[in-house]
C-alpha cells in the first residue's frame, strides 16, 4: 500500500503561481505513473497532468486546458511528485488531489489510478 499526501495548495490572486507537493508513503509511487486530477463540487474528476515511466524513460501529458502553464516533475530521493502550476486562472480553481497505480490504463481516466491522496485545496481570486 502506498498512502498519498498532498500539500501546498492555497488561496492565491489570478496570475499568480503555486507548486503543489505529492508525498508518498509506505513504499514508492506506481511502476506505471502518477497523476494530478482536480474536481469541483458536484463535478468529475478532471485529469490535469501525469507522469508515466517505461524503462528508463519518463513522459509527460497535459490537460490542453493547462499546458503551457504547469510542469509536473518527481523528486525521486525525496520520494515526492510536484506541479509547479504558473499564471493561475479563477477557473484553475479545485480540489486537486494526487493518484498513482502501478496498472496500464488511460492515463488521464482517474479509474487507472488505485490509489489517491486526500486532496489540497486551490482558490484563484479573479
Known amino acids: 500500500q502506498v498512502q498519498l499526501v498532498e500539500s501546498g495548495g492555497g488561496l492565491v490572486q489570478a496570475g499568480d503561481s503555486l507548486r503543489l507537493s505529492c508525498a508518498a508513503s509506505?513504499?514508492?509511487?506506481?511502476?506505471?505513473?502518477t497523476g494530478w486530477f482536480r474536481q469541483l463540487p458536484g463535478k468529475e474528476r478532471e485529469f490535469v497532468a501525469a507522469?508515466?515511466?517505461?524503462?528508463?524513460?519518463?513522459?509527460?501529458d497535459y490537460a490542453d486546458s493547462v499546458r503551457g502553464r504547469c510542469t509536473i516533475s518527481n523528486n525521486y530521493a525525496k520520494n515526492t511528485v510536484f506541479l509547479q502550476m504558473n499564471s493561475l486562472k479563477p477557473e484553475d480553481t479545485a480540489v486537486y488531489y494526487c493518484?498513482?497505480?502501478?496498472?496500464?490504463?488511460?492515463?488521464?481516466?482517474?479509474?487507472?489510478?488505485?490509489?489517491w491522496g486526500q486532496g489540497t485545496q486551490v482558490t484563484v481570486s479573479s
Open positions: 507522469l508515466r515511466w517505461r524503462g528508463r524513460y519518463t513522459y509527460t
Open positions: 493518484a498513482t497505480t502501478d496498472s496500464t490504463g488511460p492515463f488521464y481516466d482517474p479509474g487507472t489510478y488505485g490509489y
Open positions: 509506505g513504499r514508492t509511487f506506481g511502476t506505471y505513473g
